[in-house]
């Protein structure tokens, strides 16, 4: 699938563009702070309803303005044309629209337009908390499995309407409803517990053949996936630290505890990697999700490249350009401060690539 116009207006600092893209190689190149990450970001907002960088909707407005419109026109494979519309305003709820019709969930979108992004800032899904790794199992599975998002929901609601009543004091807990909401958390969490150890299953030797390829190196990459629901039925566990709970005031187990720890040669790369390797290890999983999604979806998912190339040393670039310009890989977008490595992209892809300039904000086509 490819998105083959793009409009936006007061997207973050970018005021105004309507771009007609190619189906390959789209590159933004500009120097620090021009717009370049925001107008990734943009594409990234139409498939997943929210902004990467920003998870506050008010502050993707560009300063000043009221309103912030950005429209998708996308084309699939078979010919069916998708149009996807979003309207954010300030102290209003966003309007979400796949061709013309307001969407009534949100999450009904997700997985429409599948896209993987690959940006500096995966490096926290080394350094930082469990919640950023338990994100992307979540991401990588909703995007091709809408009952694991749905399960992901129901479990998110029960957990806090769980909470809201463990915030009580213990004689005005309503345990009827207690017993209800662990019932239903139990349900979901077990489901989502099976499918991300199933999904790391698959995943792991993806990701070990990514990483190979681009380390040139006999590293061994490798997950430790551990959950609370490991040795213990969930329901029963629940019901066990219930008094815990009421203490604590919030549900100490569950799948929002899960982690996935993430290793090189059987260490944590959090403790031993060096910036190269981490940021190896953060595009090669990234890769690993595209492969991923094109082998269980409808449709080969869009890339974004964001200023990747950058510590990594001229073999890893190498051998990066050389995967991403392979047929496996469809659209992609890609953002740099220079035309180093894009050139060598550019060259093995012909001529199927535009170059847009960002200055300030203002995006023009320098060559198509
Ligand atoms: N809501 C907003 N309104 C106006 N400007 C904004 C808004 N949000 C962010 N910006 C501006 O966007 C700019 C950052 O743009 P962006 O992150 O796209 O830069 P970049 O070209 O990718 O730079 P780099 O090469 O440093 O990564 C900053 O100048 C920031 O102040």
Redo the contacts with the bound molecule.
């Keep these: 699938m490819i998105l083959k116009e793009l409009s936006l207006i007061n997207y ?2 970018l005021t105004q563009a309507d771009l007609t893209l190619s189906p390959k190689m789209n590159c933004f190149i ?10 990734l970001d943009a594409i990234y907002y139409l498939s997943f309803c929210r902004s990467y960088t920003n998870p506050v909707d008010s ?5 000043g303005e009221e309103v912030c419109l950005l429209q998708g026109k996308y084309e699939f494979e078979d010919d069916t044309k998708e149009e996807v519309y979003c309207a954010i305003r300030r102290r209003q709820k966003k309007q979400f629209k796949r061709n013309k019709k307001e969407y009534e969930r949100l999450s009904g979108h997700i997985g429409l337009i599948p896209l993987v992004m690959i940006s500096p800032a995966d490096n926290e899904l080394i350094t930082g908390g469990s919640e950023v790794r338990r994100r992307f199992m979540d991401m990588a599975v909703s995007q091709f499995d809408k009952e694991y998002l749905r399960a992901l929901l129901r479990y998110n609601k029960t957990l806090q309407q769980r909470n809201v009543l463990l915030k009580n004091e213990e004689s005005l807990i309503d345990f009827t409803l207690l017993d209800l909401w662990e019932e239903q958390m139990a349900e979901a969490g077990a489901f989502i517990y099976n499918k991300r150890k199933e999904f790391i299953e698959e995943f792991t030797p993806i990701f070990n053949q990514f990483y190979a390829n681009i380390s040139q190196s006999g590293e061994q990459v490798s997950f430790s996936y551990t959950s609370q629901l490991d040795d213990a039925d969930f329901l029963e566990k629940l019901r066990h630290n219930r008094q815990r709970d009421v203490y604590l005031g919030h549900t100490s187990v569950g799948i929002h505890r899960d982690e996935l720890e993430m290793l090189l040669d059987g260490y944590p790369i959090k403790k031993v990697g060096s910036q190269g390797q981490n940021k190896t290890y953060f595009v090669s999983l990234k890769l690993a999700q595209f492969h991923f999604l094109l082998k269980t979806g409808r449709t080969t998912p869009i890339l974004l490249l ?2 990747i190339f950058d510590r990594l040393d001229a073999k890893r670039v190498e051998e990066i350009v050389k995967l991403v310009s392979g047929s496996e890989f469809g659209q992609i977008f890609i ?1 740099d ?1 220079n035309r180093g490595s894009l050139d060598k992209i550019l060259a093995r892809v012909n001529n199927n690539s535009h170059i847009y300039s ?1 200055v300030d904000g203002e995006i023009n086509l320098m060559k198509d």
């Design positions: 973050k600092n500009g120097n620090n702070g021009m717009g370049k990450t925001n107008l502050q993707i407005i560009r300063h964001d200023d953002s401060t960002v």
